[in-house]
């Protein structure tokens, strides 16, 4: 694969209700990660990489929300529009983006080429689906490889992934800087399944040296 400087980060839901022990909706070890994602922020930084950050920010009657959740297509409150479970955790946590909500009825686009950090908000799993936006964003940075991480490896990451491959010439996923939810034989056949299609999946390690080789 020949590389190029076109690089996106893609940081998924690495929110305080998936990321902390006590959040709504707290992925399983999900702290074991939260170095990994520290040094992801700082190479962006240092690299002067584009860094997209999605997160879930949802209302009282959202789709994927239910009182009797079955845990596959819905799911307790989490990541309540304006509540502290929807920040980012410290270690991702942008610090000057431009943040586009999946209910804004225009993006000031000038603004967000400009800018090295980008919040897409989302109301359903799929980003794709759950921002009108997202595809509008990605066609205007147009990446060569995007670099994806995050929560949760099985759900929204998967989502993220399938749906970067169709639209982009290659993603890379951050294998230890992803966490997945119980599920039988996770994570790997998710991630089976994306080498599959093509995805590479690197250790942290590789990807830096990749990173710096550029």
């Given at each position: 694969m020949t590389m190029t400087n076109k690089i996106v980060f893609w940081n998924v839901d690495t929110q305080k209700d998936f990321m902390e022990p006590d959040g709504a909706l707290h992925v399983p070890k999900a702290e074991?990660?939260?170095?990994?994602?520290?040094?992801?922020?700082?190479?962006?930084?240092e690299k002067h990489i584009t860094t997209v950050s999605t997160a879930d920010w949802h209302v009282d009657d959202s789709k994927e929300l239910s009182i009797e959740p079955d845990m596959t297509e819905t799911f307790p409150e989490h990541c309540?529009?304006?509540?502290p479970g929807a920040e980012f955790i410290d270690?991702?946590?942008?610090e000057n983006p431009v943040i586009v909500n999946w209910d804004d009825d225009e993006v000031d686009w000038e603004k967000l080429i400009l800018s090295r950090e980008i919040?897409?908000?989302?109301?359903?799993?799929?980003v794709?689906?759950?921002?009108?936006?997202?595809d509008e964003i990605l066609k205007r940075l147009d990446p060569d490889l995007v670099v994806v991480y995050g929560v949760a490896t099985?759900?929204?990451?998967?989502?993220?992934?399938n749906g970067l491959h169709e639209r982009v010439k290659q993603v890379l996923v951050v294998k230890d800087a992803i966490k997945h939810l119980?599920?039988?034989?996770?994570?790997?056949?998710?991630?089976?399944?994306?080498?599959?299609?093509g995805v590479l999946v690197k250790d942290l390690g590789e990807v830096k040296e990749l990173i710096d080789d550029l």
């Open positions: 074991e990660i939260r170095g990994a994602l520290s040094q992801l922020t700082k190479l962006a930084k309540m529009m304006d509540t270690e991702t946590k942008p919040v897409i908000r989302k109301d359903l799993f799929d794709f689906a759950g921002n009108v936006w997202t099985n759900y929204c990451v998967d989502l993220a992934v119980p599920s039988e034989g996770e994570p790997l056949k998710t991630i089976e399944r994306w080498q599959e299609m």
